[in-house]
């Protein structure tokens, strides 16, 4: 299959590395990271050991694939679906935090699936990802239901030995991902801890009141998610990456915007709507965005 992974971030480098094992793979991202990866392949590291040679480039326009893989930040969104667009695709996956399958969907002509990865990955070096953690790829279409697009694509997956669902319950699945990461990535990003440190204390309430809320606006926008659900999620999520640092406390250690807005900050946006209240999500997206504007990350 014909890959292309457009954002050749953490994440993007190991998913396109591992892909890259048995299929023809472009990463799409920023140098120096591009020539590395260019001139020698990927080295993958930790849980992981690889390396393999996935082409790569700067240029995320006029491509075409079966499979484009989209590992940008939340915020890139919109430019990362333009750049697209410019390109043919009989398939479009998106491995994003947040709610962004709608507005990738709204820009491209080709069916966008939703997906979730809990593979721990790390940024060491340009050329080199570490694998902090083997998790699972989970996908399908986004509305629910089955698609022969999620089908192809898991058996891609799975073909090239990541662990991989296609799952017909999406929505609820996209749902409990935010819950998991409104409980995880503020927390630890503004305690600067890594993720084992929510399994108890202060740090494993404030982050299940955040999932919590979380689980009440998915039931409010009409999506099955209990709270119980949510929190075992989490639990889940919790020990097992608890050795890992999440990717906003590795944004807010490299001084980059974080994703807030994706996270917190859409929970709150979609309780108003529902005349609900999110006070945990709200101060943590506060607190956040207090951080970004000290630091010069943020212009609104």
Known sequence: ???????????????????????????????????????????????????????????????SADLAVVTVKSFDTPPAADALATGSFDAVLSLQNGLTEGELAARLDAPVLAGTATYG????????VECTGVGRVVLGARRGGTDPHAERAGKAFRDAGIETL??????????????????????????????????????????????????????AEGVSLSNRRARRALDEVVAATSANRSSMLQDVDAGRRTEVEAIHGVVVERAETHRLAAPTNRTLADLLRTWERGRGVRSE
């Open 166 to 219: 296609v799952a017909a319950d999406m929505p609820r699945r996209r749902w409990e991902k935010l819950a998991v990461n409104a409980g995880v990535n503020a927390v630890t990003a503004l305690a600067r801890v890594e993720n084992g440190a929510l399994a108890d204390g202060p740090g494993y309430e404030l982050a299940h009141r955040a999932a919590r809320e979380t689980a009440r606006v998915a039931r």
């Open 121 to 128: 990955a790390r940024l060491r070096d340009p050329g080199h």
């Open 1 to 63: 299959m014909d890959v292309l992974v457009f954002g050749a971030g953490s994440l993007g480098t190991l998913v396109g590395a591992l892909l890259a094992r048995v299929h023809d793979v472009t990463l799409v991202g920023r140098e120096p990271h591009v020539s590395r990866v260019a001139e020698r392949g990927v080295r993958v590291s930790g849980a992981v050991e690889d390396r393999t040679r996935p082409d790569a480039t700067t240029d995320g326009t006029g491509h």
